[in-house]
């Protein structure tokens, strides 16, 4: 079983959160996924009940966005060493660097395929390990079935 095998996913789409779901189970029955369905479900769960193994954020939700999560995990001690994905339709740069600044670990433009989306998430999971063990880190784009440097 993954080191990441308790995930917590703050989306807010039915239909993105079970395509998300379901490229998981393709890799291993083994990950149990949380959902949060808003930004502020995430940060109450964060706070009051759960310590995931890794998080993955949606930008765009309502009320507090993907961004006001990053910014409150990596600000809370207790939860700051946790690694956070961007899970986001967003491809604009913008968005990109200020998910870098704030302490992401990858971003992950959502693909539209299943298989490319099963691909993605292998390729993160079996990084992510290396990456947290390196200090200054490099910080990846991950967009259908390319890495991006950034």
């Known amino acids: 079983m993954s080191k990441f095998s308790n995930i917590l996913l703050a989306e807010d789409d039915d239909a993105d959160f079970e395509f998300f779901s379901e490229a998981f189970k393709k890799i291993s029955p083994d990950y149990k996924i949380t ?20 998080i993955f954020l949606d930008l765009k939700m ?5 961004i006001d999560c990053l910014k409150f ?17 967003s491809h604009y740069l913008k ?34 390990q290396e990456s947290l063990k390196q200090p200054n880190k490099e910080n990846f784009v ?8 950034e």
Do not use: Q, W
């Open 35 to 54: 959902r949060a369905k808003t930004g502020l479900e995430c940060m109450r769960m964060l706070r009051n009940s759960i310590k995931p193994d890794l």
């Open 62 to 66: 309502p009320g507090y966005t993907g």
């Open 73 to 89: 995990i990596k600000d809370d001690e207790n939860l700051a060493d946790i690694p956070v994905i961007i899970y986001s339709e």
């Open 95 to 128: 968005d990109i660097d200020i998910c870098f600044r704030k302490g992401a670990h990858f971003y992950i433009v959502k693909p539209a395929l299943s298989d490319l989306l099963v691909n993605l998430l292998k390729h993160v999971i079996d990084n992510l």
């Open 142 to 149: 991950v967009r259908v079935g390319v890495t991006i440097e």
